[in-house]
């Protein structure tokens, strides 16, 4: 308070010393411009004068200041009011794409594309949004009006085009659009990998085993992934490439998909067991049992064992005593157990095979194990553990199948 009291008394004191001052020393203003202009005034009315116009000018300017804004709020067609409502539409559309909500996603996002300087976003956004609400005309507009604002976006708008077109069931489309992006941007990893994530969904596996070079090139994919898909890609083809052939012609055909698989890859153990299996298929089976016992003899493996027990070699009584000697080294392997097993029914001996099945159940309580002692069981008149076995089996298969509602069991 006493600051207050102290200011006040300096403000007086320096206006009654301003007024003295005055008083004494009125001084004098002349300004004369001959036949035009004349002002005489005293020098303090003067300046008193000139703040004044200098404070009417600044009230004047906050006034004006003060209605362009308001009338920039006020007024919808304002270049203020425009950004706000462009905004507005970019977080309404984001949020009903993100929704679903697609025909007010293709709305808003559209009216942000026209309204903003790097459209692209909204535009493929808009684009997904038409595709969803089924209207290629409105999703292809929407695209090609992306690459006239954003010519430089060329392969975002064509990759997006691709997936669009994926989404709705033209795979042939979208092929087209990749292999075209495929020329113009060689190399290029997305178009590579969505190539062949196209190329897989259409079944195409000799596409897939084309574009392996290019992948591994690209460093597309990690080695680890390279590696899986070429396991599969060449053993899908091989299971395929005798599909469209009959007789020894289909024979032929897999045969020479096999002699296009390099030494390395003949000796892989997923690629030996499609082509044993796809031999045994088309009445191969001499051919299948030797394929798996070299392929056996090099590296065993457990899967090749168990096709090994479906094939019947020219010669029964060999391949038993051949799948016997791989039994000292996995007496604990139950796919070889039960390959022996069936080995043993294939020469009539009933007893081994018995043993061999029971032996393979005790590692491992497998269908097919119980399928096969079940059988034979119930030729050996021992049918109460047959139906026993066979009721197991339908047990284990069960597990690998839905949990689909069932009727109550009828009452006896």
């Known amino acids: 308070m006493k600051r207050v009291y102290v200011i006040i008394f300096v403000a007086i004191a320096a206006a009654v010393g301003l007024g003295l001052g005055i008083a004494k020393h009125p001084g004098y203003v002349l300004i004369d411009y001959p036949h035009v202009f004349r002002y005489e005034s005293g020098l303090w009315s003067t300046l008193a004068a000139l703040v004044a116009i200098v404070v009417a000018v600044f009230i004047v300017w906050v006034l004006l200041h003060l209605m362009l804004v308001s009338a920039g709020v006020v007024n919808p067609w304002s270049g203020r009011n425009r950004q706000r409502r462009v905004q507005i539409a970019i977080e309404q559309g984001q949020l009903d794409l993100a929704e679903g909500r697609w025909a007010s996603a293709q709305r808003n996002l559209h009216r942000a594309a026209e309204s903003e300087r790097q459209p692209l976003l909204y535009y493929l956004g808009a684009a997904r949004a038409a595709n969803e609400l089924g209207r290629p005309e409105d999703r292809d507009n929407l695209l090609e009006r992306a690459l006239q604002r954003q010519p430089q976006a060329e392969l975002a708008v064509a990759l997006t085009h691709a997936q669009l077109l994926t989404d709705v069931g033209d795979t042939e489309g979208a092929r087209s659009a990749l292999e075209a992006m495929r020329e113009r941007h060689p190399g290029n990893v997305q ?3 969505q190539l062949q994530r196209l190329h897989q969904q259409r079944g195409d596996w000799m596409a897939v085993i084309q574009l392996l070079p290019q992948l591994r ?50 000796q892989e153990p997923t690629l030996v067991l499609a082509y044993a299996d796809q031999l045994r298929q088309l009445a191969a089976q001499a051919e299948a049992e030797a394929v798996l016992r070299g392929a056996l003899k090099r590296d065993y493996d457990s899967h090749l064992a168990r096709l090994y027990g479906l094939v019947v070699g020219s ?58 002692l079940a059988r034979l069981l119930a030729r050996l008149g021992d049918t109460e553990r047959s139906n026993q076995l066979f009721q197991e089996g339908l047990g284990l298969l069960d597990e690998r199948l839905l949990a689909l509602p069932l009727p109550d069991a009828a009452r006896a």
């Not at 007496?331 to 009539?348: E, I, V």
């Open 191 to 193: 178009v590579l990998r």
């Open 217 to 266: 090139k690209s460093k597309a994919v990690t080695a680890a992934e390279l590696t899986a898909l070429e396991h599969r890609a060449w053993g899908e083809n091989l299971t395929l490439v005798s599909a469209h052939e009959q007789g020894e012609a289909a024979l032929q055909a897999l045969k020479l998909a096999w002699e296009q698989l390099s030494a390395e890859q003949r």
């Open 315 to 372: 010669d029964p009584a060999k391949q038993l005593h051949t799948a016997e000697g791989w039994l000292k080294q996995h007496a604990d392997d139950s796919s070889l157990l039960l390959t022996l097993g069936r080995l043993s029914l294939q020469n009539s001996l009933w007893g081994k095979a018995r043993d061999y099945l029971e032996s393979s159940l005790r590692l491992q309580r497998n269908p097919e194990a119980c399928a096969e």
